[in-house]
Each structure stands twice: as structure tokens, then as C-alpha cells.
């Protein structure tokens, strides 16, 4: 699938110089996370789906690492950055051996199917 982006032609030369960046340390922050850890989970505060997400993990009996990124009212900035960034519109995004599966409602299928376990090279039961 390809994701539809406004190309450089597009854009006035006089402000290609403001395109992108302004978040490489949270988003190098998320990379060396997702490098690192079988699942992370980025998130937020209030947001019930991150919480459902990571209270799921956890009754699973799944390790994971988590980046949270203010909440509704503060760090929307940093937030906004890593949905450009995966295209995925919504929190929690959740990555599973350095791909990204979805949020709480695709955990939950993976779950339910039996194949977060086989992600995971686990005998854990959905």
C-alpha cells in the first residue's frame, strides 16, 4: 500500500526548509525503542484504548515496553510527529518485532486468534 504524500513539486521552494523535523529526538527515541524490544506500546494519559492495550499485554503475560507522550491536553507536538511518521491515525500503536499491528482493537484480534502468540514465538494461549 502506498500512503498518499503532497509531493516536493507541490510545495512552494520557499518553505521546503520547514518540511519535516522539528521531532527527530522522539522519533529516534520510538526507532531505538522498537529496535530494541519485542512490543512497545506508544501511548498517552487518559486515552482508555492505551490503557485497555497494556492491561491486555499484561494478562497475556507479554513484556513490554512503553512511551507515553503527554495527553489530550499537553504534547500533541511530539504525538503528531509519530503519526505522520507510522500513518496511523490513532493511540495506542502498538509494534510487534519492529512492525506496527495497530491499536488496541487489532491486539485484541491478534489475540483472540491465537496469532500474537505465533508473533511472539510464544505457547501462550489467546
Given amino acids: 500500500m502506498t500512503r498518499t504524500v503532497l509531493s516536493l513539486e507541490e ?7 520547514k518540511l519535516g523535523g ?3 529526538a522522539v522519533l529516534n527515541q520510538v526507532k531505538q525503542a522498537i529496535a530494541s524490544n519485542k512490543v512497545v506500546v506508544i ?8 490503557k485497555k492495550a497494556r492491561k491486555l499485554l499484561s494478562e497475556q503475560g507479554i513484556e513490554f515496553t512503553y512511551l507515553e507522550y503527554g ?8 504525538r503528531l510527529a509519530i ?7 490513532t493511540y495506542p ?9 495497530g491499536g488496541y482493537s ?3 484480534k491478534l489475540v483472540d486468534t ?3 502468540a505465533k508473533l511472539l514465538g510464544s505457547t501462550a494461549q489467546a
Fill in 114 to 116: 491465537g496469532e500474537l
Fill in 83 to 89: 503519526k505522520m511518521w507510522t500513518g496511523f491515525k
Fill in 71 to 78: 495527553s489530550y491536553f499537553a504534547q500533541w507536538h511530539p
Fill in 106 to 108: 487489532d491486539v485484541k
Fill in 22 to 24: 522539528g521531532h527527530d
Fill in 43 to 50: 501511548g498517552m494519559k487518559i486515552n482508555p484504548f492505551v
Fill in 11 to 17: 510545495i512552494h521552494p520557499a518553505i521546503h526548509s
Fill in 93 to 101: 500503536q502498538v509494534f510487534v518485532n519492529g512492525t506496527l499491528v
